[in-house]
């Protein structure tokens, strides 16, 4: 098969891998449209230990299954490989299972392949009218969706009466403001540095959009939830600032591992602080069902592009070169 194989820091290969051997339980998927991620960036720099080269990356991915009894249906990957046994999978919290896997992390392969071997148990089937592209957002809008429930939970005020921050624009960032308007939330504000991404966020037509550089700060102590999709110093720091007496901060991103947050205001304002990793089944499927409706929009912010010229995505990406929120590569059949 072709795959896009990152080889060294900075530098992928597209070249002819052998095809993966499916083990008990699992089967293999034609891959149609594989995402990339701001995880995939990370190890393209080189910047993850997790993803040593050489290492095929990618795992938001829809495609065809190829063998076994579902041979022939649509699909789209839950990445997150769990054991299924385990306190926290049967406790409905399969993404803290402590034998996880994700696929682009050894020992499996990522998609930004033609072939992928999977467990049957994680794949989805997707409505016929629904096109591999759309389908291949799941992943990411799965884990905005995720995001979402463990906020409204925490927060104890209907999403429809609350007053949301979200940091970072982003497709998870952007994802997480069109669920929540999904939800009746009218009173939602996003921030993103890049200026090419911020035309893309406002044309959604859901959120007020603001540039953390120049704009003033959003006001502080007022706001109910503080979504952070970023996940730095600089971002906790403006959510700790935010965010209301016994509101909720939630933390998605992964940009790095210390400071910012201001505890003392977390405790004497009972604020609660909620880190948040992937999704659940659940989440992935309630995503599904979402994108499919129309519930969150016409999904136009998406680009594609082929699996072949992916360097250049990547490229592209690096150097904040594209108003895409998500580019998808496509394997060229
Ligand atoms: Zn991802
Ligand atoms: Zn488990």
Redesign the pocket.
Known sequence: MKALVYVAPNKLEYRDEPDPVPEAGEVLVRVKASGI?G?DMHAYFGHDERRPAPLILG??VSGEVVSGERQGQRVVVNPLVTCGYCDDCLSGRSNLCRQRQIISMEPRQGAFSELLRMPECNLIDIPDEMSYLHAALT??VSTGMHAVLEAARASRRPLAESRVLVLGGGAIGIAVALILNSHGCRNIRLGETNGLRRKTVQAAQVCDVYDPINDPAPEADSWDIVIDAVGGAVTRDAASHAVKPGGAIVHIGLMDNSGGLDVRKLTLQEVAFIGCYTYTMVDVRATVKALHSGALGPLDWVEQRSLSEGASAFVDLANGDTPAAKIVLTPDY
């Open positions: 991620c995880s795992h938001e992943e990411p």
